[in-house]
């Protein structure tokens, strides 16, 4: 049985405002008070976790611990089949140092292509950890199905969105309007995983 979450007040365990901004429109309907790690000054702990879980595991407990507070963080990225996965859980890193995800999703195209790999087919993948200042955690794993398009298309969303398109739409995750995207997305589906064991219905 899953621990259930009692408190007001929620660390989101990252830096990246888009993630935060998406995680905080989920959470809302809960009157959850969300802070993350950035406003709250935490450090960003060193992921070398192998697996999304690994890697959301030692961000929310690190958040938990230096905060005093219960933390979630999402661990996610974008794996390309053509690529056997890559560039998985080293999507940001792909990104480098300037976190340029123009260079990222230029450099999964061109691997594409050097490959001479015309199976574009793709998926993100979402783990979301919620851990308690005791070390207690539950982690969920969600996944949205799609294709690689280009070139990129859209605006309105961050990382590698503007190549994706879940299968079933013409939309890229870039071009929907935000709620479709949070309707459907990788981290929509751990989330939904998560409240359902660890939140009373809103």
Request: proline content about 5%; glycine content about 10%; aromatic content about 8%.
């Amino acid at each position: 049985m899953a621990r259930k979450f009692e408190s007001q007040k929620i660390v989101i365990a990252s830096h990246n405002q888009g993630k935060v901004r998406e995680i905080n429109a989920l959470l809302a309907p809960f009157g959850v008070t969300a802070v993350s790690a950035g406003e709250l000054g935490l450090p960003e702990p060193v992921e070398d976790g192998l697996t999304f879980e690994a890697n959301a595991e030692i961000k929310a407990l690190a958040a938990a611990k230096a905060s005093g507070l219960p933390a979630l963080a999402d661990d996610s990225g974008l794996e390309v089949h053509g690529l056997g996965g890559d560039p998985g859980i080293y999507s940001a890193r792909w990104a480098g140092e300037s976190k340029d995800f123009n260079v990222a999703m230029e450099k999964v195209i061109v691997a594409l292509n050097e490959k001479g790999e015309e199976n574009y087919s793709a998926n993100f993948t979402c783990a979301l950890t919620l851990a308690w200042p005791d070390g207690h955690m539950e982690t969920f794993l969600g996944k949205v199905f799609g294709t690689l398009t280009w070139p990129m298309r859209g605006d309105k969303g961050f990382g590698y969105d503007p190549i994706f398109m879940p299968d079933g739409k013409s939309l890229t995750f870039a071009e929907m309007d935000p709620a479709l995207k949070h309707a459907m997305s990788h981290r929509a589906n751990a989330f939904t995983q998560l409240i359902a064991a660890c939140f009373d219905a809103a």
